[in-house]
């Protein structure tokens, strides 16, 4: 690699996604030297994050770990700019049936909207300095609505969910499938605040403990502080989801799904004491 090539690379690696666009269409030579910045660029942006169809994102280089020749040439084929935007765009969106980014029309009661993406807990334990967030803007709420994080991909049957509204945080694990039996357990982090929550709610997971974060309307962002860790979770994947107890019209959408939260929580040690839940069962 020449001088040229080096100095090249050290200025690039300091562009945003933005500056690497620009510098991509300025000519062929560029373009082709950016594949490696869009990769690094992508595993820092996504880290921790999986999507259904496509694995983490960087899983595309570890199919092709040059082994030999042909591998590396697979490696260099790799679209790292289109598989970005790719991510960007997926981890963005719900699943079927509130296909897309936004929600508008609940049909339904008691409805459950799960995230596109998982949040890899074991890839976020490997460094304790990275973290994946999730966030959702909540501009018309016909009722009551939850931001949660679920182990169902794993096959468990748990999860952690914040009441926005309430201002709550609420551990739950099925313990019986029919007749159906929740057993759980809460706490209150954060103060009530008035009915149809609107403004933005997140969720953020970093060192195997978990945080989330209520936005009211045009007031400063608050946070529960790290409330809890994974131990509930059976296997690794954790999805984002959303839950509204009553039908009607709603505009939801995802505004922000990477490493960084608003602001950096901090751990509330009173939260990893059982005797400071009060547990119900439902």
Known sequence: MSLESDA????AAQLDASGLRQTDATCRLFKRMNASLWEALGTNAFRGLELP??????????NGLCENEQQCRKRLRVDWRGRFHRFGALVREFRGPFQGPRILEVP??????????????DVLKQDLECGAYFEVEVAKNADNISLSVVDF????????????MTGAVLRETKVLEQPGVVQGA?????SKQGDKFTGHMGLYIKGGEIAFFR?????PWETTGFVSDLSWAEGCRLTPCLAFRDAGAYHVSVTQVGSEPPVMP??????FKKENWRAFMI
């Open 53 to 62: 169809d496509d694995g983490l994102f960087e899983d595309a280089a570890r």
């Open 153 to 164: 991909e794993d096959g468990g049957k748990s999860s952690v969910t914040f009441g926005p």
């Open 215 to 219: 936005k009211v309307d045009d007031q």
């Open 108 to 121: 339904n009661a008691d409805e459950v909207a799960y995230g596109k993406c998982f949040l890899r807990s």
């Open 186 to 190: 809460y706490i209150q982090p954060l």
């Open 266 to 271: 901090h751990r509330v040690a009173g939260a």
């Open 8 to 11: 090249y690379y050290i200025i």
